[in-house]
């Protein structure tokens, strides 16, 4: 996954969900798979992972995003779930406009893995978040 926060969009370092060796179903990300791990306190339906990729496709992980973000419109806080092609080029599979903000969740270990504590990384959006507010 991918992270951008803020206007311009700062990339937090990209993440990888690396799933137990499964296969069929289980081999999946599910809803269900994703969000038990919270109620017990462990990474969801995986570990979340930094600094996996080479240098090359971190940067194409990143790009990507900055392009779906300019395509559909998107900006301040929004994170994209994306998978690497055996050749290493990024395939997108879907934004996220309003991502998960849970400790342990992707945002907040890509916030963790760019040196931002998870109660700076909370700050540091809700101070965005008012400099960028339109009157209603």
Not at 8 to 28: M, N, Q, S
Not at 56 to 84: C, H, M, N, Y
Request: hydrophobic share 45%; proline share 9%; with cysteine.
């Amino acid at each position: 996954t991918v992270t951008l926060c803020g206007r311009p969009a700062r990339a937090l370092p990209p993440v990888e969900v690396r799933l137990p060796a499964t296969e069929g179903r289980d081999a999946v990300l599910s809803f269900a798979r994703k969000w038990t791990g919270f109620k017990h306190g462990a990474a969801p339906g995986g570990r979340l992972v930094t600094g996996t990729f080479p240098p090359a496709v971190a940067r194409r992980l990143v790009a990507t995003a900055r392009r779906a973000a300019r395509a559909l419109g998107l900006d301040g806080f929004v994170r994209f779930d994306l998978r690497v092609r055996p050749d290493g080029i990024p395939v997108l599979l879907e934004a996220n406009p309003r991502p998960s903000l849970e400790r342990g969740a992707e945002a907040s270990v890509a916030a963790a893995a760019a040196g931002v504590d998870y109660d700076a990384f909370l700050a540091g959006l809700l101070r965005e978040a008012r400099r960028v507010r339109r009157p209603s």
